[in-house]
Structures are given as C-alpha cells and as structure tokens.
C-alpha cells in the first residue's frame, strides 16, 4: 500500500510511523489519561485496514485524521488534544512555505501527484519541470493573495474546482480558435520577424505550425486551425508548378499536350501536399513548447467551409492525405509505428460525404478506417450542429471547437456575419454535482438551496477569471493581440472590448451529473426518472449562465468539464467528507459531465442518443464517446456508428486501444493490474511494467493521452465497458 506524501511524493504505507507519532503524543500526558501500548497498536492497525479498504493512495493528511478518529474512539482525549496540536503546529511551519518541498520533489522527480498530473506532460524533462515549477509559484501565489480565501478552501475541498491555478498569476486565457486565414493571407509577425502570404502550399504548412507553437506559448489551452485556411494555397502552388512543368517538358518535347503537362503538374503537387501535411503532423508531435509539451491543437476538416467547388476539391486532397498519414502513425524510438496524441481530428459529416453515393464518401470510408487505427478524427455532425448552434438571426453555424471540446457560442460581428476564428475562452470553473447531491441527503429543497449557493459561488470565482483578464495589454502575447491570431489591436492597446459582448466565452463547468443523480433519487441517467432530474439539473445551470450573462453582458457558457486529475481530486474529497457510498463515492473518480457511468452495460446506439439530450444543454462544450473494441476488420460497424453521430448528436468519438510493448515487441492492448494495492499498467505477453518502455494510448478527456494517468483516472479507464 502506498501513501501520498505533502509534497507529493508516493512512499510505502509504515505503521510503525504511526505508532510512534500516537507514542509521542501519549508520552507527553498524565500517566492516568495514557493508553496502553495494545491500544496504540490497535489504532495503527485499524487506520491499515481503512487505508486498504480505500482502494487509492491516500494522502498524509488523510491518515492522520483517521488517527484522530481512532484515538477518539478510545476515549483518550487528552492524547488527541496533544496529536491535533502538534498537527496545528507543524501546519503553521509548512505555511511559512508553502512551496519549497513541492518544487524540490518536482526536481527530484518524485512527486507522484505531479507525474500523473498531465497525461501529455513528462515531468523528468527540463522544460516540464520548469513549467510546474513556475506552475507552484503560481499556484501559492493564487491562493495566498489573488483569490477570495472561500473559493480556495472550496477548491481544496473539492466544492469546485478552480481550473489552471498555475497560470492565473499571468493574464492567460484558456483556449481559442486561430484565425488562421487572416494570418495567412494577410501577413503575421513572429517573433519580431514579419511573416509575408506564402506563396505555396509547402510553405503555407510551415508557417501555420510556427503560428501553432507561439500561440501554444502564449495560452494555457488548446487551439483550433482549419485545414479549410490552407486549402487555397493549393491552386498557388498548382500554378506556379504548372510554370516549371510546362517549362520543363517543352524544352523536351515542343508538342507536349496538355494533358501531360496537367498529369504531371498533378503529380508534383500531390507530392507537395504530402510533404505539407507531413510538416504539420511532425512538427505539432515534436515541438515542445514553453510549458513543456507538444501543442494542444486540434485540425479541423469541414468540406462545406471551402468557399468554392475549386477549393472544395483541393481541401479534400488534403484531407485525404492528412488521414493517411495519421493512419499510418509516426515512429517511436524503437522505430515503430505507434498512435501520436496530437493534432487531434476533426471530421465533419455531411450530405456530401455521408451516404455511399455522396461524392466525398471515399474520405468517409478512410476515416473510419483511421479511427479504427488511430481513434482519430472524431466527428461533428453538420445536421446536428446546425440545429443546435443558432445565431440571433436564426441560422445555424457549423465550426470547431477550441481544444478538445470547449465550444464557442453564435457570435455576429458588427457586420452582421458570423465569425468563430480568432475567438476565445477565458477561463473555466467547475462545479462538483456530487457533493451537492450528497449534501442534500435526498432532499430536493435542501438540494436547490445548496445549489443556489454554489452557484453563487462559482459566478465569484468566474468574476475573479474576468477579472484577472481585465487590463490585459496586447503587448503581453502579440502573437495572439496584435498579429492576427485573435485580433490585431496596437501595442499599448488592451483587450478589455473583446472580454465582454459574447465575442469571448467563459465557461462554468459541472461534473459528476451520473452520480449525483443516483444520490438524490437513487435512479440512473439511464432510466426515466433519473434522466428527467438530470435533465431538470442541466436546464437549472442554463438559467443560471444566461442570468449572468444578461445581467454582465459576459458570454458564460455552461461546459461539460474534461475531467483529467480532478476526477481523481473530487472522488477523494467525496469519500473524506461522507464516506464510502456504494455507486456514488466507491470509486477513485466520479464522471465527466453528463456521460453515462463507464461501468454501465448499454450499446452505442442508446449511448448516443440519450447523452444527445445532454449535449444539447451544454452548449459552451460536450462531447459523447463510445468504447469499442478492435474494429480494424469491421468497418462497417464503424461507419454505422458515424452515420448514427450524423442523424443523432452534434459531437462524437470512438474510443479504441493502441499499445505497444517495446520489451517484447508485443502490438496490443496494454492492461491495467492491481499490484500492492497500486494499479498498474502490464504487458500481457512478457509481464513488462515500466512505463517508460511502453507506448499506450488512451482518450481520457477529449484528447489521447500518452503518459500515464493517476489511480483515479486508471481505475476509470480499467473499468469501462464495451458499447459494441
């Protein structure tokens, strides 16, 4: 068994330091008010039994008020009296500091809250290490002197959870959509180089992951491009290659037709488009940025975005190669094709590519055969989106999302057009359903009442998000301010304007719907009653944003929180504060949003149709997934599936496995086991457990990821069910 230490470093469970610290307090008492040596032992052992019964690592924390409990329970007050006041003192010690021990774990690489805090982070690099080292700084420096001090303690209480404390000393925003096209066409800085419009495709596809790494190093989020904003620099290459060909060739042959010259300026620049999308695909996965990481960024691929038939055709060239090279895979460094995390896909189906007889169906049919691969592209469904996402006007919109999920809302400029790219999000505050519901002890008064409350309390902490934005210089990323990946505002300008009017969003969150549902009326999403509560649920929290919206003229958006390591934070508060509850607080984390519990028996068809419901009330972000087994040999399984996305739910995904083993070479679906009391990954054929020799992929919050994950998230992970 193991325990979590205060600076985050994971040691063996070792009763005897329990002996000795109730030793040490039961010394320092009357002879008369001691206990016996058999009762001290006593309580350590029955503090063992608990700690194994919890399933987790538990923290120090957490142990010692089990201490304290147990030596209530013997009636030895004056001994707890003396426990509880060394404990009071050292915490007055550990306050003067709040940060040391954790940064010189960070170093020493032992800090096992940190390692399994990002899946997509390293934190024996340099650069990682750095990040979460300035991560703490700010982090302590939110919580001592930026934030009201009841919204830290009900952050660390798991009440809410204040997202990104380790950017919000910095005037960051989350996540946004890269007007990419402006960029492009217009001409950016990066640098302080100027950068003038390509004047190929090639070049197009290099510039567009320049742009991708500075804005990574500017935000704390993901970020969006369009595959439609390169598309154009298609016909340019097309054309000056149709110069040099038809210069070539006739300087051969006087009467080249021209249908050669055509054929083979084809030719050359299909072998330009690979050689671009290869640049975008490589340079995302390499680069490191800033914070450490390869950039959040997702691709977006919508045919009914190209402005013309001509351009419609050549985007779909290129979505055609992007899917094959994402097909294939890049290289580990063992020279094996292995699933990457990023550039997260994005399909959009549509009449043109959905039926058998639609003329871009064949992308469709690669797609599939992708996902089955690679998991990726998700899918956003035209049809749907269209109905969900309508502006003042009453039209629909169909667009990507910033990141993994985080969706903008309908927005006219001062024209009247609508405009999605060089948008943003502020920042995100999520509410723990869970606890409320417990709170409540199945009274739905007294469940409003707690409710009210904590909605007031996380429109504090989002006003605190504003707020800090506020003020916020162009001059501070002029890479997103100033050059043209959100605005293009002067230096010494700030972006007050665009913080209010809708043009930005800033998203409450919410999680645990499943099993704060089951808290109060004991049904699931699943059936009738549940699924009307929750729905009931969701419609409240509406009213709410469009109440603050109206009264602040700031876009807040409700948002279906990507749990990553908070589900893990908020399943273990749960326990501390009511215990063990079987189906709600058993487990080492709650679920994401409105999803369906991972453990519950249901087929991909119903899955999606009922969370369809949902999604359509969390319209600052959603996304439905279904778990599916190897589908590489069953592609018409898959494109069922997609066709269902495209009639049902606005935003999808499969969720397959792709692992590999470079012990023994073994190309399959790494598992997760239990091992003194710790959940671990293991290879099936040769037993392997070193992480660092394994490359598994897994989708854990909208994006894959490809470190590893805390217990909460492995145990989520370990315990979902097929749908198919």
């Known amino acids: 068994m193991k325990i979590i230490k205060r600076n985050g470093a994971e040691v063996t469970f070792d009763i005897n330091k329990i002996i000795i610290a109730i030793t040490k307090a039961n010394e320092s008492v009357v002879p008369s008010a001691r206990m016996t040596e058999i009762q001290i032992k006593r309580i350590a052992e029955d503090v063992e039994m608990a700690a194994l019964h919890m399933n987790r ?40 500091n709040t940060t040391d021990e954790q940064i010189l774990s960070l170093i020493e690489c032992n800090n096992e809250e940190v390692k399994q805090e990002n899946s ?35 952050n660390e209480k798991g009440l809410i959870h204040f997202h990104d404390s380790d950017y919000f ?61 390169l598309a154009p620099f298609v016909d340019i290459s097309r054309k000056k290659l149709r110069i040099n060909v038809e210069e070539e060739l006739r300087s051969i042959n006087p009467n080249v037709s021209e249908e050669d010259i055509d054929r083979i300026t084809e030719k050359r620049l299909l072998e ?48 055609e190669e992007t899917l094959k090279q994402r097909y294939k895979g890049v290289k580990n460094e063992k020279g094996v094709w292995v699933t990457p995390a990023f550039p997260k896909l994005i399909y959009v189906l549509e009449e043109d590519n959905i039926h058998e007889d639609s003329p871009y169906y064949y992308l469709t049919k690669l797609a599939a055969k992708c996902t089955a691969k690679r998991m990726v592209p998700d899918y956003i469904s035209e049809k749907i989106m269209l109905q969900n996402k309508i502006d003042k ?21 001062e024209n009247g057009q609508p405009k999605y790219y060089g948008r943003f999000n502020q920042g995100v505050v999520t509410v723990n359903l869970v606890d409320i519901g417990l709170s409540a002890e199945g009274d739905m008064d007294r469940f409003w009442q707690i409710f009210d409350e904590r909605m007031e309390l996380c429109h504090r902490a989002l006003q605190c998000r504003h707020e800090r934005l506020t003020g916020t210089l162009s001059d501070a990323a002029p890479i ?57 649920i969701m419609k ?49 984390y709650i679920t994401n949003s409105y999803h369906i519990h991972v453990t519950e028996e249901i087929d991909a068809f119903k899955k999606l149709a009922l969370e369809s419901k949902f999604q359509a009330l969390s319209p ?105």
Not at 120 to 149: C, F, H
Not at 272 to 295: D, F, H, K, W
Not at 689 to 713: E, K, L, P
């Open 57 to 96: 690592s538990l923290n120090v924390e957490e142990i010692q008020d089990m201490v304290e409990d147990q030596i209530m329970n013997q009636r030895a007050f004056e001994v707890a009296r003396r426990y509880i006041t060394y404990r009071y003192n050292r915490a007055l010690v550990r306050k003067a």
């Open 169 to 229: 000393a910095q005037h960051m925003h989350n996540c946004d959509l890269v007007n990419l096209e402006d960029m492009l066409q217009n001409g950016t800085v990066i640098s302080g180089t100027m950068i003038e419009k390509p004047h190929s495709f090639s070049t197009a596809c290099n510039i567009a992951t320049q742009i991708i790494a500075q804005v990574a190093s500017c935000q704390y989020g993901g970020q969006s491009i369009s595959l439609t904003h």
């Open 480 to 536: 997103l301010w100033q050059h043209g990946a959100l605005l293009r505002l002067s230096k010494g300008e700030t972006i007050d304007k665009y913080l209010h009017g809708g043009y930005s969003t800033i998203s409450l969150g919410y999680a645990g719907l499943w099993e704060c549902v089951l808290s109060l009326n004991g049904k699931k999403l699943t059936e009738p009653d549940g699924e009307a509560l929750g729905l009931e």
């Open 272 to 319: 330009e488009i690979r050689s671009g999308v290869q640049t975008i695909q490589y340079q995302v996965v390499t680069l490191m940025t800033t914070n450490g990481q390869a950039p959040f960024v997702t691709v977006f691929m919508y045919l009914n975005e190209a402005k013309n038939e001509r351009e419609k055709r050549d985007l779909a060239i290129i979505i």
């Open 120 to 154: 997509n982070k390293n934190p024996t690099v340099n650069s990682v290490q750095r990040d979460y080292m300035a991560g703490e700084v700010s982090k302590d420096i939110t919580k001592r002197l930026l934030l009201p001090a009841d919204i830290v303690e009900a």
């Open 620 to 724: 600052g972000g959603a996304i439905s997934y279904v778990e599916v087994p190897d589908m590489q040999n069953n592609l018409d399984a898959v494109l069922s599936v997609m066709k269902f996305i495209y009639d049902n739910i606005m935003y999808a995904e499969l969720n397959t496995k792709s692992d590999y083993c470079q012990a023994c070479g073994f190309d399959g679906e790494i598992e997760v086991v239990e091992e003194e009391g710790k959940l671990v990954w293991k290879c099936p054929n040769c037993g392997n457990t070193d992480q660092s020799t394994m490359n598994v992929a897994r989708r854990t919050c909208g994006y894959i990821g490809t470190q590893y994950w805390n217990q909460g998230r492995t145990q989520e992970i370990k315990e979902r069910v097929l749908h198919l």
């Open 393 to 413: 006007n009453g039209e629909g919109h169909c667009y990507t999302c910033m990141g993994c999920r985080s969706f903008l809302t309908p927005y006219l400029d």
């Open 540 to 588: 409240k929290l509406n009213e709410y944003t469009a109440k603050w919206k109206a009264e602040e003229c700031i876009d807040y958006s409700l948002y279906g929180t990507p749990l990553e390591s908070t589900t893990y934070k908020f399943a273990k508060c749960l326990q501390k504060r009511f215990g063990t509850i079987k189906g709600i607080t058993d487990k080492t």
